[in-house]
Each structure stands twice: as structure tokens, then as C-alpha cells.
């Protein structure tokens, strides 16, 4: 049977978003984001981080710092959590259906791993994210610890303030709390 997904946005939604991160050792963590996630896997959602790193397309870091950023994010986080990772290393001019707000890399995730797309959730802090959320056929929850402010709330299927306010939301829905 597929099972339903979260997919998780990575910088503003799990982490500070500090710009064009290429050293491991500037990874921040937000408070209380382990213990958030720890309570969808345990509902029985799997976690798939998504996240577009056009930095690398773009010149600012390599594909080998982008993978020491996500080693640290992963020790921060704790083991046994995510299921799967998918980054877009393409600059945005390249045309590619796997940057957000596309939903490529959540269609990949899905076939590879026998996801459930409509009992499924996007949780990001852009615009991007709810969109690509929805292009899914997922639904979309906007978090306001990066720069969501900005986002065009209606997307939203919910707004939370933070990761752990996003996942009470869901876990609500799916009558699981
Ligand atoms: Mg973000």
C-alpha cells in the first residue's frame, strides 16, 4: 500500500536560511524541529527533504559542500528520520520540472518510493514550495520562519508559524493526535 509523505523544504523550514550555505559548520537547526518530525514519522508519514540548490548552478558551492551541508543537517537531526533527500542543483534558467515550484522532484520521490501524492503534505516557507506542493496533488503548508511573509498566503492550505506548529496542523487532519 503507498504510503503518505511530508515533504520538507530545507532552509527556512528546517534549518536558518543563511543564504548560499557551502560550510557544514554554519547549518542552525530550528528548535524543536527533530522532535516535530519525529511525531509525523511515528503517525506513519514517510519524510522526503525537497529542496532547490541553485547555488550549485550558480557557482557559489560545489556539489560536494552541498553534501557535507546535508551530513551535518542529518547529524543535527538524528537518526532515522528522513527517508529520502532530493535536491535541484540547476541554475533557474535552466528549464527543469524538478526546481520548485515544480513538483519533478516530489513526482520522483512518489515513483521511487511508493508515495501516496494526495494524502501527502508540502511544508516550505516560499512560494515555490506551496506551489510545487499542490502541483503534486499534495497539500501545502506555509511555515513563516523564513521568508513566507511573502508568499501569496491563499496558496497555503494551512499557515503555521513554525515546523512544530505545521505538523500539529497535520497530525489534526489525519486524526492522529
Ligand atoms: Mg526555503
Not at 509523505?5 to 547549518?27: C, K, N, Q, S, W
Not at 528548535?31 to 509525523?40: C, D, E, Q
Not at 503534505?121 to 506551496?130: A, V, Y
Not at 501569496?152 to 492550505?157: I, L, S, T
Request: aromatic share 6%; net charge negative.
Amino acid at each position: 500500500m503507498k504510503q503518505p509523505a511530508v515533504f520538507l523544504d530545507r532552509d527556512g523550514t528546517l534549518m536558518e536560511d543563511v543564504g548560499y550555505i557551502a560550510d557544514p559548520a554554519h547549518v542552525r537547526l530550528y528548535p524543536g524541529v527533530s522532535v516535530a518530525l519525529r511525531r509525523l514519522k511515528d503517525a506513519g508519514f514517510r519524510l522526503v527533504i525537497v529542496t532547490n540548490q541553485s547555488g550549485i548552478g550558480r557557482g557559489h558551492f560545489t556539489v560536494e559542500q552541498y553534501e557535507s551541508v546535508h551530513a551535518r543537517l542529518v547529524e543535527l537531526l538524528g537518526p532515522g528520520l528522513l527517508d529520502a533527500t532530493y535536491f535541484c542543483p540547476e541554475h533557474p534558467d535552466t528549464a527543469t520540472a524538478r526546481r520548485k515550484p515544480g513538483a519533478g522532484m516530489l513526482r520522483e520521490a512518489a515513483a521511487e518510493h511508493g508515495l501516496d501524492l494526495s494524502r501527502s503534505w508540502m511544508i516550505g516557507d516560499r512560494e515555490g514550495d506551496l506551489l510545487a506542493g499542490r502541483a503534486a496533488g499534495a497539500r501545502a503548508v506555509l511555515v513563516l520562519t523564513g521568508i513566507g511573509a511573502e508568499a501569496e498566503q491563499r496558496n497555503a492550505h494551512f499557515v503555521a508559524k513554525d515546523l512544530a506548529d505545521a505538523v500539529d496542523f497535520i497530525l489534526r487532519d489525519s486524526g492522529a493526535s
